[in-house]
């Protein structure tokens, strides 16, 4: 029988931060299941999966973002499926808000919420960028309309204001595969907005349900660095704004590439 709901873990390399997110997700008060999913298997990996119980999943292949999200997304075996992080860290009542929010509204196709950002192990609150982003996220607070495309869309279009790891999918609904985007840093918010053209309620809790860790070795700061976020988000803005518009929109955007400094 199908689980409601499911955390698969994409675990690269060997990151220091992943016990510390397996151990967030052994804590929640509504229990869900745990699966392990990598294209870099090792030792370490495979060492913490045995320590808490939890099964591994490997792909073969060169590692791909978009790859290693859809084979943890079909390896999960559950309605909702998370696609954990494993830099970062889940609050207790996740898969418990996740369930509240279910229950109320069947139709939810995404469910997501607000984060707090751990920078170099310290809490560092909310900042300017979530702070942004919680006005550009008003739209979904009115959840008798959030299954409306327009409505859905208003969250995207002044940037992806929806934190990626913070998301579950409704698999049962969406099907397979979810993730279709060329964009590497992009990938979420291109998928979010293809999502937002089918049936279905985007349900946001607005407070933090995840805490969000910036480091050096993040995959969006390498994406700063080669200049991809700059391209692709760009490019994720042409599908929505005229040109000059897009031109003062990323003025704006790419100020908030300071967070990762």
Request: proline share 5%; charged share 25%.
């Amino acid at each position: 029988m199908m689980k409601l709901h499911a955390f698969a873990i994409c675990a690269y390399k060997d990151s220091p931060y992943l016990e510390s997110c397996i151990r967030s997700l052994k804590a929640q008060t509504v229990q869900s299941d745990i699966l392990l999913c990598t294209s870099t298997p090792s030792p370490f990996i495979t060492g913490l999966g045995e320590k808490y119980g939890i099964p591994i999943y490997i792909r073969h292949g060169e590692s791909s973002i978009r790859d290693d999200w859809n084979f943890a997304y079909h390896k999960a075996d559950a309605r909702f499926v998370t696609i954990a992080h494993q830099d970062d860290l889940y609050r207790k009542d996740y898969a418990e808000k996740l369930l509240e929010c279910e229950k109320k509204y069947p139709d939810m196709t995404v469910f997501t919420g607000g984060y707090a950002v751990v920078k170099e192990g310290r809490l560092s609150g909310f900042e300017a960028v979530e702070f942004i982003k919680r006005i550009l996220r008003l739209p979904l607070r009115f959840r008798r309309i959030s299954h409306l495309t327009w409505v859905k869309k208003s969250a995207l279009r002044f940037g992806n204001s929806i934190c990626c790891p913070a998301c579950a999918y409704n698999k049962e609904m969406l099907g397979e595969p979810l993730f279709t985007s060329p964009y590497r840093f992009a990938l979420d918010w291109d998928t979010l907005y293809k999502l937002a053209e089918l049936p279905g309620r985007f349900i946001c809790v607005e407070r933090p349900v995840l805490f969000y860790r910036v480091h050096g070795d993040a995959t969006t700061k390498a994406c700063i660095a080669d200049n991809s976020r700059a391209k692709e988000e760009a490019e994720m803005f042409l599908k929505m704004w005229p040109a000059p518009v897009v031109k003062v929109l990323m003025h704006f955007y790419r100020k908030a590439y300071k967070e990762y400094d």
